[in-house]
């Protein structure tokens, strides 16, 4: 009896659990017919070329021979082996999905790249020409018109923002080819930054995502589109359970500026700007590591219009909280031009209000080269470390005022927080530093066994170190 009792109650945790997961059916029939598959041709990158063994011309000198000789020498009659055949077409395929009725569909910038031709195949077989309406390589993101639209099925797109880690989500695509496969995860994280996409607060999910998946849509469990899936991280080249997606909000913001405009415009407000580490933290005098710390403000840039300074720390963004310096670039990007935000900084271990009116995003972001170090010998100083003057043309190439060049670098607290031979030093412990008179003046007030920030230019590029006296 009680063999049957513990078997019955087995079988009722397993329905209730299987009970409890998410049923798919209905969502994956509800939205398929909006989701396409892109695939592309390219023209050959480069026409024939080559020499043909036992022959002393190559191919433009061949091309310049009557037609029946050509053909001769190329086929595989030829008693000199042939030639090189016509060089391929290159196709490629990925996914997107239909988000008007009268045909704009949404996928990857990667997928339709250096397209000649583009066609969308419908969930019904109808194969449909396509035209390239807008690009933004920022976000990866493209706009499509399928020209023969109308009336076409299209996705219900949601808010990406309301999504929460752990939530359900659900991907439809076309893996290696295989039209309209549906895999299924959870959103494993939210805001996530990639080294080459500083402007997307990516969604990070455990969706298996794999070529011909890019520019599919994530679906959540009211059937809406929350965001684009774009990127995987991978050691293997394929799946490894860390998938990215572009959020819907700022690809739908994307998509009505392409759509609008034939461009996309971002917020830019000119400065650099590094994490806030927790000696970092203890230097500036905060309490735990949160915020963008400003390396370096741009000439010219609205940072500097509204008052910004090297060694601020952008605490809030427009009301918003910024815990990680990667959460301020999509915040300013997704700004538009012209509107005025609220910054709260920390400076000099007081939180002040700054109103920035925000800039346009350059095309392209400039850099400034490294020039090559000279002038007189160096100065000894202290923290294991030696100083000089700076060099007049690196002074003048990287825009210096100031600042002490580091001649050589020993065993001390210098070295230990990462300064190198080269560094520019321009500000100690909050102190700007114009001479080398000033730096031994700067490093003799320094606090004993207290962590003090130390602001070098680099190669052109500012940034903050750490250094415990």
């Known amino acids: 009896m009680l063999m049957m009792s513990l078997l019955v109650f087995l079988a009722w945790s397993q329905t209730v659990a299987a009970r409890s997961l998410p049923d798919f059916t209905e969502l994956v029939e509800n939205n398929s017919g909006a989701v396409v598959n892109i695939s592309t041709t390219s023209a050959p990158s480069q026409k024939r070329s080559g020499n043909y063994p036992g022959l002393p011309f190559d191919e433009r000198q061949l091309e310049q021979l009557p037609e029946f000789f050509q053909d001769f020498f190329r086929g595989p ?43 969308v195949r419908l969930s019904d077989r109808r194969e449909l020409p396509a ?39 659900l991907a439809i695509g076309s893996p290696f080819g295989f039209d309209y496969t549906v895999t299924a995860g959870i959103v494993s994280a939210l805001g996530r930054s990639l080294p080459t996409e500083n402007y997307v607060p990516f969604i990070q999910t455990d969706v298996a995502i794999n070529p011909g998946n890019s520019g599919g849509p994530l679906f959540n469990l009211d059937g809406e589109v929350v965001g684009i899936n774009s990127q995987i991280y991978t050691r293997s080249g394929g799946f490894m359970g860390v998938s990215f997606a572009i959020p819907i909000d700022d690809a739908m913001n994307v998509f009505r500026q392409i759509r609008d405009n034939g461009t996309v415009a971002r917020g830019w407000l000119g400065v650099l700007i590094q994490e806030v580490n927790r000696d970092l933290a ?19 840039s ?57 800039g346009k ?8 080269a490294g020039v090559p170090s000279g002038g007189q010998g160096p100065s000894p100083a202290p923290l294991g470390l030696a100083v000089e003057p700076v060099p007049s ?20 607290p210098a070295q230990d927080a990462g300064i190198r ?49």
Request: net charge negative; charged share 25%; aromatic share 4%.
């Open 77 to 119: 009659q030829s008693p000199f082996g042939g030639g090189p055949g016509p060089a391929e077409p290159r196709r490629s395929m990925g996914s997107g999905f239909i988000v008007s009725s009268d045909g704009y569909v949404l996928t990857n910038n990667h997928v339709i790249e250096g397209a000649d031709e583009i066609v």
């Open 393 to 412: 043309e690196l002074a003048d190439s990287a825009g210096l005022t100031g600042g002490v060049m580091v001649a050589s670098v020993g065993r001390g």
């Open 282 to 300: 203890e230097s500036f005098g905060l309490k735990r590591p949160r915020g963008a710390l400003i390396a370096e403000v741009m000439a010219g």
């Open 361 to 368: 995003l350059p095309a392209q972001d400039g850099e400034q």
């Open 302 to 358: 609205p940072a500097e219009d509204a008052g910004l300074e090297a060694g601020d720390i952008v605490l809030e963004y427009d009301g918003d909280a910024v815990e990680l310096s990667s959460d301020l670039p999509p915040m300013v990007g997704r700004t538009a031009v012209g509107d005025t935000a609220k910054l709260t900084v920390l400076r000099e271990g007081d939180e002040i209000t700054l109103d920035v009116a925000i």
């Open 421 to 469: 031979p080269r560094d520019v030093i321009t500000e100690i412990h909050r102190k700007p530093v114009h001479s080398v008179e000033e730096f031994r003046q700067v490093v003799s007030e320094l606090p004993d066994g207290r962590a003090v920030s130390v602001r070098v230019v680099r190669q052109g590029r500012a940034i903050y170190l750490v250094m415990k006296p």
């Open 131 to 169: 035209t390239l309406v807008g690009t933004d390589s920022r976000s990866d993101m493209a706009v499509l018109k399928i020209e023969d639209g109308d009336d076409l099925p299209v996705v219900k797109v949601g808010r990406s923002r309301e999504l929460k880690v752990g939530e359900w989500v």
